[in-house]
């Protein structure tokens, strides 16, 4: 009887054979709430779980005795207790490294389509209102040469500053739990203390994970220390942003505009007020999602769970001991 594994993601043919190969796999296409008592019952058996975009709580766990490996398709890992799952004896594997370059990108987009303001022109042709020559009522604002305050200088923060310093000569100031002499050799980077970092950045990227220390960092306070000209984008977590306050300061012009691909509620609901923004550019949490890099994270984190099960190590430990 082939040891179980249970996958709670649809992931292509390729990565469910790799995983076919020596489990039975009992696959989920996503949890809800009319699936999540099936999804515990098969549990009960598991040694092994897969997937993304649910909470892994403890209910979930108590109805896992046997788990030994929990492989999730994503860099996050705010889903889990890290340190729970370690007192389990479960280990944690996550997808570093294969989406950095997409994500990174995915932040790009965000501060050029708010800063040129790309959605809200597309809309202004798509609409039929180019009817002549466009005036300043049209204009945006430039990108480079400004100053960029990156927020989390871990894989992601340097790839954004790589672009932002090579790419867009920008300046780069950053915040981050310790300094990068990586980041600061090769992009010019400065270590800024928050505040600082806010007062003097045109435009400020998040990218640091969601921590018990990160969840609501920036608040009503820390969006009042930003210039009124500054445009503020979160490829990482909603819940690092104080979403009313944001909100607040948007619609008041105290803010210029935000780039947002992450929301304290995901979907995000299609009455938002958020939404009715003009100043706002709010994506789906597209970040990683390219055919190519989701392929990729999906064959990673079927290969460190693979590993973990047969007791390989593997560089991907998320809660290692
Ligand atoms: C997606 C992400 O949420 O990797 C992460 O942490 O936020 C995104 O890549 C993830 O891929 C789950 O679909």
């Known amino acids: 009887m082939q040891a179980k594994i249970v996958l709670y993601k649809k992931v292509a043919d390729d990565?469910?054979?790799m995983l076919q190969q020596d489990y039975q796999v009992v696959q989920f296409?996503?949890?809800?709430?009319?699936s999540r008592a099936a999804f515990m019952a098969e549990l009960q058996d598991a040694v092994g779980l897969i997937g993304a975009s649910l909470k892994i709580d403890a209910e979930i766990l108590d109805h896992a005795p046997r788990l030994k490996a929990i492989?999730?398709?994503?860099?996050?890992?705010d889903q889990f207790d890290p340190a729970d799952l370690r007192r389990r004896g479960i280990v944690l594997l996550n997808t570093p490294d294969v989406l950095t370059e997409t994500t990174a990108d995915t932040g790009f987009a965000l501060i050029l389509a708010a800063a040129r303001r790309v959605v809200e022109m597309a809309g202004y042709v798509k609409q039929g209102r180019w009817t002549h020559s466009i005036g300043e009522d049209c204009f945006g604002t430039d990108v480079q040469g400004k100053t960029l305050g990156i927020i989390g200088m871990g894989r992601i923060g340097g790839a954004i500053a790589r672009r932002a310093s090579l790419g867009f000569s920008m300046r780069v100031l950053y915040n981050n739990r310790s300094p990068d002499p990586a980041a600061e050799a090769a992009y010019a980077a400065r270590f800024c203390p928050l505040g600082q970092l806010l007062q003097n950045a045109d435009f400020i990227c998040i990218t640091a994970p969601l921590t018990p220390q990160t969840r609501g960092m920036i608040g009503k306070a820390?969006?009042?220390q930003m210039r009124s000209s500054a445009i503020l984008v979160n490829i990482s977590r909603g819940s690092i942003v104080d979403e009313a306050a944001l909100t607040e300061a948007l619609a008041s012009g105290r803010l210029r505009a935000a780039g947002l691909d992450v929301f304290e509620r995901e979907p995000l609901p299609a009455d938002s007020r958020l939404l009715s923004l003009p100043n706002v550019v709010a994506l789906p949490h597209i970040g990683s999602a390219?055919?190519?890099?989701r392929k990729r994270m999906a064959l990673c984190a079927a290969q460190n769970l693979l590993d973990a099960l047969s007791g390989k190590s593997t560089p991907n430990v998320a809660n290692p001991a």
């Open 29 to 34: 296409d996503g949890v809800d709430a009319g």
């Open 290 to 293: 390219t055919h190519e890099t």
């Open 15 to 17: 990565v469910l054979a």
């Open 222 to 224: 820390e969006l009042a």
């Open 71 to 77: 492989s999730t398709i994503s860099v996050g890992v």
